[in-house]
Nanobody, 126 residues
Framework: VQLQASGGGLVQAGGSLRLSCAAS????????IGWFRQAPGKEREGVSC????????YYADSVKGRFTISRDNAKGTVYLQMNSLKPEDTAVYYC????????????????????WGQGTLVTVSS
């Protein structure tokens, strides 16, 4: 029972990628989903979160205006559209769930999230 991120790859700076997050063993329909990333030698950091029923979206300052999170409950998938990619966006990207809503306090605190799966590697070349 976990989430699986996919869609990573190698892209040039300024390019775009769309990541997908799907669930195995449970439905995403009532789950908020957060995207995180971890670059080599760095701590895992929050990127974005989308609520379940309200669909509210939240972004880290570093990706505002470039990344868009969305969900398709019919397909049981949450997406992260990443545009205007920069070399500093290079990381392994993960998705996880904080329950039904994105946390109001410590929104991207790792302890709020569960059902981490294997991530997907995004490499942005300069």
């Amino acid at each position: 029972v976990q989430l699986q991120a996919s869609g990573g790859g190698l892209v040039q700076a300024g390019g775009s990628l769309r990541l997908s997050c799907a669930a195995s063993g449970f439905s995403l329909h009532y789950s908020a989903i957060g995207w995180f990333r971890q670059a080599p030698g760095k701590e895992r950091e929050g990127v974005s979160c989308i609520g379940s029923m309200d669909g509210n979206t939240y972004y880290a300052d570093s990706v505002k205006g470039r990344f868009t999170i969305s969900r398709d409950n019919a397909k049981g998938t949450v997406y992260l559209q990443m545009n205007s990619l920069k070399p500093e966006d290079t990381a392994v990207y993960y998705c996880a769930t904080p329950g039904s809503s994105c946390p109001r306090v410590g929104r991207f605190g790792l302890t709020h999230y569960a059902r981490w799966g294997q991530g997907t590697l995004v490499t942005v070349s300069s």
